[in-house]
């Protein structure tokens, strides 16, 4: 799978939208970008995926550059519970290569 | 519909006794994985079951962990003999059949400290 490099850490105000950049520029044709938050040693919560197209979901959206190098998970009002180390992951979507190869993802922080 | 289901939440043993962790996969869910989660450290990806099967245990150590998913009931990881540096949260997670991007959904994790 891929390699993701993220920020190690982000602030934003309650109530902006929070971008979040993920650059996997050796990203291959059939890989997926996936995005998990783990809020204070919860379990992983999963947030969205996409392959190509720009995908919008009740939780955020992904914005996925035309190349597939980079992309962006937008929270678009972040609260305080937002607050988690969220992980941008790309893997191939087949059978048998399921697993998940976390980095150490972007410690985000929602300030009051 | 509930969650993927991890007992027990918290589990303390001793130095050289044997731990058991439980993993109910969600309803429909066929693909269990297990992850392991150091204090401090990203998660690590252990272990991937589909019923009755191992698939990838690339990330298993070689000895003393072993992984079950049998056909009835839920997924066990079991640790013998633990030491100190077992004492993690390890994670379960589920997700359905399918080779179509799907996405994996986690537990709450049990959190086992070796004392």
């Known amino acids: 799978d891929a390699k993701t490099t993220q920020p190690p850490s982000m602030d934003c105000a309650e109530g902006r939208a929070a971008n979040l950049p993920c650059n996997h520029s050796?990203?291959?044709?059939?890989?997926?970008v996936y995005w998990y938050r783990q809020i204070h040693s919860q379990g992983p919560q999963y947030i969205i995926h996409?392959?190509?197209n720009n995908e919008t979901n009740e939780m955020a959206s992904l914005i996925i550059t035309e190349d597939r190098k980079s992309s962006t998970l937008i929270l678009p009002h972040a609260t305080l519970r937002d607050t988690a180390v969220y992980y941008c992951?790309?893997?191939?979507?087949?059978?048998?290569?399921?697993?998940?190869?976390f980095g150490t993802g972007t410690r985000l922080t929602i300030i009051p | 519909n509930a969650g993927v289901m991890q007992n027990p939440r918290h589990l303390v043993r001793r130095r050289g006794q044997e731990a058991r962790l439980r993993c109910s996969p969600m309803k429909g869910h066929s693909h269990v994985y297990w992850y392991r989660q150091l204090p401090e450290e990203g998660l690590k990806f252990m272990v991937y079951?589909?019923?009755?099967?191992?698939?990838?245990e690339s990330g298993m150590p070689k000895e003393r962990f072993s992984a079950e998913f049998p056909k009835e009931g839920p997924s066990i990881l079991r640790i013998q003999q633990v030491v100190r540096g077992d004492s993690a949260a390890y994670f379960c997670a589920s997700s359905p059949l399918g080779d179509t991007g799907t996405e994996a959904f986690f537990g709450q994790g049990t959190r086992l400290t070796v004392v």
């Open positions: 050796t990203i291959s044709g059939n890989e997926y």
């Open positions: 992951i790309v893997r191939v979507a087949g059978f048998g290569n399921e697993k998940l190869t």
């Open positions: 079951l589909q019923k009755e099967n191992i698939i990838d």
């Open positions: 996409g392959l190509k």
